[in-house]
């Protein structure tokens, strides 16, 4: 199975403050087809998961553009520019390249 | 909007068996693949089924493979998640997810709680 590596496991940020998730795959993601299936999902406190960003770098719609995703192959970052009180929580990352679909341990961002 | 609904948890004890139903609304359900994912008490997120949009196909990651059952009905919007010999480490919130092409778990229900213990 694909194991996704999530660094780092705590983030705290103030308001405003840029901050980025590193996800680092055991395999390349990249998948046959030329698309790299890893996405990036938010779970705030007592709610469930939400979709951020698919594809590395696709905004899912109503997510705000302060939320960006990059990377290939093996290595896979998010970025919040600008961290407002609404974005804290556990951010996973998820692949869908390889079966069985697999998540990363989640990085949960504490607002200071 | 999009509605995931889940209910059927509980406690049941090690080795019966619990089937958890998803009513969905507000989108064309046999248009969506559907999939249910766990997350342990404290823990990440793990997949545990997913289903075709018309149910022709499943799949399933081996630690419950041949113990889960994923199923559907079209007609009645319905998802289900029949499972057998249950164990300890099967408790968890089990969420049903909607799959968009390419993008599963697009939207989420708010989750049904198993616990299994004696």
């Known amino acids: 199975d694909v194991v996704l590596t999530q660094t780092p496991p705590t983030l705290s940020a103030t308001i405003g403050q840029s901050v980025s998730i590193s996800c680092r795959s055991s395999?390349?993601?990249?998948?046959?087809?030329?698309?790299?299936?890893l996405n990036w999902l938010l779970q705030r406190p007592g709610q469930s998961p939400q979709l951020l960003i698919y594809?590395?770098?696709n905004l899912e719609s109503g997510v705000p553009n302060r939320f960006s995703g990059s990377g290939s192959e093996t290595d896979f970052t998010l970025k919040i520019s600008g961290v407002e009180a609404e974005d804290l929580g556990v951010y996973y990352c998820?692949?869908?390249?390889?079966?069985?679909?697999?998540f990363g341990s989640g990085t949960k961002l504490e607002i200071k | 909007e999009v509605q995931l609904v889940e209910t059927g948890g509980g406690l049941v004890q090690p080795g019966r068996s619990l089937k958890l139903s998803c009513v969905a609304s507000?989108?064309?359900?046999?248009?969506?693949?559907m999939s249910w994912t766990r997350q342990a008490p404290g823990k990440g997120l793990e997949w545990v089924a997913s289903?075709?949009?018309?149910?022709?196909?499943?799949y399933y990651p081996d630690s419950v493979k041949g113990r889960f059952t994923i199923s559907r009905d079209n007609a009645q919007n319905t998802l289900y998640l029949q499972m057998n010999s249950l164990r300890s480490e099967d408790t968890a919130t089990y969420y049903c997810?909607?799959?968009?092409?390419?993008?599963?778990?697009?939207?989420w229900g708010q989750g049904v709680m198993v616990t299994v213990s004696s």
């Open positions: 997810t909607r799959d968009r092409i390419f993008t599963p778990f697009d939207y």
């Open positions: 507000g989108f064309t359900f046999n248009n969506y693949w």
């Open positions: 289903i075709t949009n018309s149910g022709g196909s499943t």
């Open positions: 395999q390349s993601l990249l998948d046959s087809d030329g698309d790299t299936y």
């Open positions: 594809s590395v770098s």
């Open positions: 998820m692949q869908a390249t390889h079966a069985p679909f697999t």
